[in-house]
């Protein structure tokens, strides 16, 4: 068969397979069914008369040959995202869709007001919200623009810093009625504290100020931030929390500011090829202004 005539659909479904490592795994991160995936991969190996993946109970190994086909066909995906991304940058109408991705947090906090305003002031664009605490893939067009927390290394993205949100240690006021308020490290030690299943940021804090943590530290895990932070106002133990949202909510108090606790840093990133495109540059101004204001708020 020639090469050239093949499906490219086939390729991206290789890229897809080949990076979660099973068809079950990719099959839900994509949303394609795991028959469909099965019938791909074979249909692309009969096609280059190669074995592309060795089968084993755990997963997918890929062959020798399928290593050499990932790199190039993870080379022809970030072509098509480029020329796709060339052509939404050429769009010169201030309507269209938006894909905006947040942190769930931020997500259910800070942007809700804002997208209503924005509504009101500019109806021909519309927001598709994805609010995930996973990065997506700017540059495949997963999102248009993403409000994250750490700077991103990629030169064709364009990132700016918006704001930065101060931390605060905080625990329900039932909680603290029951077990004390802490005056000093030792106190805090002693308290319970409510973690994160896989994030280690609980034990990077405390490790800055001099308090070797592990799992075990935590009885009581949850790596959803929103569930995290309602663990916390029922009393489970003490937690992380922006204060410009904790010290608003009656529920908790705000604890043990002898510690040292960074402020967490805001970015607003869009792909170098979007960043003059209208709607998008308008609904980036919006969140630039609104992030720097909640920012500037939360400020001691």
């Known amino acids: 068969m020639d090469v050239r005539q093949l499906d490219w659909s086939l390729l991206q479904s290789f890229v897809r397979v080949a990076s979660s490592g099973s068809l079950s795994a990719a099959a839900r991160s994509s949303g394609i069914s795991q028959p469909t ?92 919200l994805v609010a995930s605490d996973l990065p997506e893939n700017l540059l495949h ?45 030792e106190a805090l030690k002693a308290m319970d504290f409510v973690g994160y299943g896989r994030s280690d940021i609980m034990q990077r804090l405390m490790a800055e100020n001099g308090w070797t943590a592990s799992r075990e530290t935590f009885p009581l895990r949850c790596e959803d931030q929103l569930v995290n932070w309602a663990l916390v106002c029922a009393g489970c133990g003490v937690g992380g929390f922006q204060r410009v949202i904790a010290d608003a909510d009656p529920r908790v108090e705000r604890i043990a500011e002898f510690l040292r606790l960074p ?37 001691p």
């Open 37 to 128: 995936l099965g019938r791909h991969m074979r249909a692309l190996e009969e096609a280059l008369e190669q074995p592309l993946f060795t089968r084993r109970p755990e997963g997918q190994t890929l062959t020798p040959m399928g290593h050499q086909l990932l790199a190039h066909a993870q080379q022809m995906e970030d072509a098509a995202a480029r020329i796709s991304l060339t052509a939404a940058g050429a769009s010169a109408r201030l309507e269209g869709t938006v894909r905006l991705t947040a942190a769930r947090v931020v997500a259910h906090w800070h942007l809700p007001q804002l997208l209503a305003r924005l509504r009101r002031e500019e109806p021909g664009i519309r927001i598709d």
């Open 263 to 299: 402020a967490l840093p805001v970015w607003l990133v869009v792909p170098e090829a979007l960043r003059q495109v209208p709607r998008i540059a308008r609904v980036r101004q919006a969140l630039a202004e609104e992030m720097a204001r909640i920012g500037a708020a939360a400020r």
């Open 141 to 185: 067009r997963e999102a248009d623009i993403a409000l994250r927390m750490f700077r991103p290394e990629r030169g064709d993205l364009s990132a700016q810093k918006v704001a930065d949100l101060p931390l605060g240690l905080y625990a329900a006021r039932s909680y603290l009625d029951r077990a004390g308020r802490p005056e000093t490290l």
